[in-house]
């Protein structure tokens, strides 16, 4: 069904002994973090909170792409309702901003329980039977969660809700800035757990599933435990990264909550950058969303989405492994990549 | 007390209507889901592309929606045919279609919808016909026929697939293709043509539904999502295999989009089919005519 190749870096990392897998994981982190303070200082040195903004948009959907691959890319089992978890994030933020006032920093582990809720209530419902009836279930939850918010007048209804920015802290600058940290971090850390499950026992079950779920049953894989895991966690990271998304945006509707955008792209980035490894989401994410920024602000938002959806549809039918796929299979045909590895090695 | 009940009246005739539209929206999900085992969440998009396809006939040419749908059917039934035939070697042939294939349909919906919302706009598009209008009167009950035409010309379809089915030999070739296509490799049959044949059928069925939708109501192109919580209800509360079910089951939601649209507000409708879908999933994944 999916290809072995992630699975085989995988094992891979787990052949390496303790004391040098340390050694990596602490040279992943210097990385990470000389990246992150390279970006943060590009986007200060651009001086316009524009930057900031669109950075925002790519990793919000680093984090989107990367919990849809939780349970899309591991277990296999696709879920159509992104927007609808993530509009759970939004709405949940609307309504704290309404009635209690909690700071962001608050809204965003709440809203993140409420779509785990969700999740786990669809999944229970659906997820015993074949993985199609789940993905059916999901988009037709989106359709349900949306006719819902359009009738309820309290955030706003279908004329949408204007949410005033509070003062931002000092040690943040613009009140963008600090959007744009909130969701750096969130990014940092879903890619975390992301990597995390893929390597624990959750992670190998799930990819026990996604391979045959009758024969991982009969081995003794707990498959509707470990499913309904990975649905709860996968919905509540994109709750989480929904919850900021009213602050970001200032005024929020039914339509842009539950945008197609949002339920494209996330099923678009992890199938384009690879679904079963954890950087493929995030390589795809972070190629597709620096292109959409540039084509949306270029040429038109419509055509940007046209554009995903051709790219979708020609990487699954050509490229079924996406770029991670496609790259193990050049490095292991003997090509130039292959031995530029090797003499490393 | 009588108005009440003239009121929960009208309520169910104009579901029963609606559900003859639904009924051949639904008929080509039974095809290909039920049928040949291909998720094609993309079929709400042919209906929408149908019903643009009518628009553009109406105003460029003045053609009635229904000679429309005649026009458009037989070329929808290649497109089809084309179409399985990628998914086929793209996806099936290798045993990929679960994820990918979901995906891939998942994909074509969209590109569906951005063309069209490219080529037309976004506004509501609407037909010219001599039907949309006149009302006719049965007993105490008004009907528009606006709601009529759509109704008898779906269940028409519904019926003229299942005499397809029962009585010709290709017909009985989908059948036998759904129940078991390496038994009908070993008598002779080639399961892939028989597949292509039939998921033809399929989007030749949505392309015809989506000129009845454009005579029921305005059209804009973002309206097939409604449609897909819709058509997946209908088939899998039906029975998924059976055409019988699937009338049936189209009835049902009608009637109850219907009267939920008269004493809560049309806002409300969407959600009837997904609670539908729910109950049949937890309840009886097997729906009410399974076999």
């Not at chain 1, 003062?167 to 969130?186: C, D, K, N, P, Q």
């Not at chain 2, 219907?258 to 729910?278: D, E, K, M, Q």
Request: aromatic share 10%; with cysteine.
């Amino acid at each position: 069904m999916t290809a072995p190749l992630p699975r085989n870096v995988l094992q891979a990392a787990e052949a390496i002994p303790a004391g040098s897998r340390a050694a990596r994981l602490a040279g992943i982190i210097l990385a990470g973090l000389v990246l992150v303070g390279l970006t943060v200082g590009l986007l200060d040195w651009t001086g316009t909170d524009y930057a900031y903004l669109a950075a925002y948009t790519v990793l919000q959907f680093v984090v989107l792409a990367t919990a849809w691959n939780i349970l899309g890319g591991y277990a296999g089992y696709v879920n159509f309702g992104t927007a609808a978890f993530f509009a759970i994030g939004c709405y949940t933020t609307v309504v704290i901003y309404k009635t209690i006032q909690l700071p962001l920093l608050l809204a965003i582990p709440i809203g993140g329980l409420m779509a785990g809720i969700v999740g786990f209530g669809t999944g229970y419902l659906t997820l015993r039977l074949r993985g199609v009836f789940f993905s059916i279930a999901t988009l037709a939850l989106a359709v349900l969660l949306q006719t819902l918010v359009v009738n309820w007048t309290f955030v706003g209804g279908a004329r949408g809700v204007y949410v005033l920015r509070p003062e931002a802290l000092s040690i943040f600058g613009s009140y963008t800035r600090f959007l744009f940290i909130v969701m750096l971090a969130l990014a940092i850390g879903s890619v975390l757990i992301a990597r995390m499950v893929a390597n624990s026992w959750l992670g190998r079950g799930l990819a026990a599933i996604r391979d045959d779920e009758t024969a991982a049953e009969c081995c003794g894989v707990p498959g509707l435990r470990l499913k309904l895991i990975a649905t709860t966690l996968s919905g509540a990271l994109m709750g989480m990264a929904g919850a900021p998304f009213p602050y970001f945006i200032t005024y929020v509707d039914p339509g842009t909550a539950f945008s197609l955008s949002v339920a494209v792209n996330s099923i678009a980035m992890p199938l384009i950058g690879g679904t079963g490894h954890w950087i493929g989401p995030v390589l795809g994410a972070l190629l597709l969303g620096s292109v959409q920024q540039v084509i949306t602000v270029t040429v038109s938002s419509a055509l940007n989405l046209m554009i995903v959806g051709i790219l979708l549809v020609v990487f699954v039918a050509v490229a079924p492994n996406g770029i991670v796929g496609a790259w193990k299979r050049l490095s292991e045909r003997g090509s130039w990549i292959h031995r530029l590895l090797r003499r490393r090695a | 007390m009588g108005a009440d009940l003239q009121l929960l009246l009208d309520a169910v005739v104009s579901g029963v209507m609606v559900g003859g539209f639904y009924a051949a929206a639904a008929v080509g999900i039974t095809i290909a889901f039920g049928l040949l085992d291909i998720v094609n969440i993309a079929h709400p998009g042919f209906i929408v592309a149908g019903a643009f396809i009518a628009y553009w006939l109406n105003v460029t040419f003045g053609l009635d929606p229904l000679l429309s749908a005649a026009i458009a059917a037989p070329l929808s039934f290649f497109v089809g045919r084309l179409l399985y035939r990628n998914y086929y070697l793209a996806f099936e042939k290798h045993g990929e279609e679960s994820l990918q294939g979901l995906a891939f349909f998942f994909g074509i919906l969209f590109i569906v919808e951005v063309a069209l919302l490219l080529v037309f706009g976004v506004d509501y598009r609407f037909v010219e016909a001599p039907y949309i209008g006149p009302t006719v009167s049965l007993g105490s009950v008004t009907v528009a026929t606006r709601l009529l035409v759509p109704l008898l010309v779906g269940l028409s379809v519904v019926a003229a697939i299942q005499v397809y089915l029962k009585y010709t030999f290709v017909g009985r070739t989908i059948l036998a293709v759904s129940q078991d296509p390496g038994a009908l490799r070993l008598v002779g049959g080639d399961p892939v043509w028989t597949k292509e044949i039939a998921f033809g059928l399929s989007i030749a069925t949505a392309v015809i539904a989506g000129c009845l939708l454009i005579i029921i109501q305005a059209v804009e192109p973002s309206i097939g999502r409604e449609y897909i919580g819709r058509v997946f209800a209908i088939c899998v509360l039906g029975g998924m295999m059976s055409l019988t079910g699937t009338v049936v089951a189209s009835m049902i939601l009608g009637i109850a989009e219907s009267i939920t649209t008269i004493y809560f507000g049309p806002s409300w409708a969407p959600a009837v089919s997904f609670g539908f879908l729910l109950i049949a999933l937890t309840v009886r994944p097997s729906g009410i005519f399974s076999r």
